[in-house]
């Protein structure tokens, strides 16, 4: 990772400029062209985290398991939930990565 730090006030206003539906356009072609690559990476994170070891297959057999429908649609909602968030804050490392790798090949690239 990158040296620098941020402020907490700097990232609050990192976060409201993206919130510029153009600038966060920008990103997400830059994402999509990414995607195969960062699905690898981020199915390697989950993995070398043991995120789906045998409790996350234990979770999804504890939920198909219940047998009351509306019980067993909040239980698959939370789980999903809960899988998204933790995808998220590893896609939030992953892009903070790729942007300081983006960074320090740009300052490569200005100084020949």
Sequence with gaps: MAEHRYSA??????????ADGERFADAQEVVTHAAPGLQQILGAALD??????????????RVAAITDDQQRRVALAELVAEESRLAMLIGVAVGLALADELGTASEGEGSD
């Design 9 to 18: 006030e700097q990232v609050d206003a990192a976060v409201a400029a993206i």
């Design 48 to 61: 070398a985290g043991g995120f789906f070891d045998s409790a996350h297959q234990g979770e999804i057999a």
